[in-house]
């Protein structure tokens, strides 16, 4: 779960010309943004039941667990 809030503002600008009936151009221009926010993440594994099979890069002689291969750190 991610709770944060933060606000921040940017703009889009845009231009298009009609050169002919079938030809046209354009072009957009949108500002930079940066939206400064504070919160707390809290990340939680959900478990898959995805098997890899013989020959995977991890053990290449034995199937092996998506799920036990990506587990989290101990901390």
Same mark, same amino acid.
């Given at each position: ?12 600008? &845009?231009? $298009?010309? *009609?050169?002919?009936? +079938?030809?046209?151009?354009? &072009? *957009?221009?949108?500002? +930079? *943004? ?9 990340? /939680? $594994?959900?478990? /898959? ?9 991890? !053990? ?7 799920? !036990? ?7």
């Amino acid at each position: 779960m991610l709770k944060a809030s933060g606000n921040g503002v940017g703009f889009h600008f &845009g231009v $298009q010309w *009609r050169a002919t009936d +079938r030809l046209s151009f354009g &072009g *957009r221009w949108l500002t +930079r *943004r940066t939206i400064k926010y504070d919160g707390t993440a809290n990340f /939680t $594994q959900i478990a /898959t039941g995805l098997i890899l099979p013989p020959g995977n890069p991890i !053990n290449p002689g034995t199937p092996v667990p998506v799920d !036990n291969a990506i587990v989290a750190p101990c901390s």
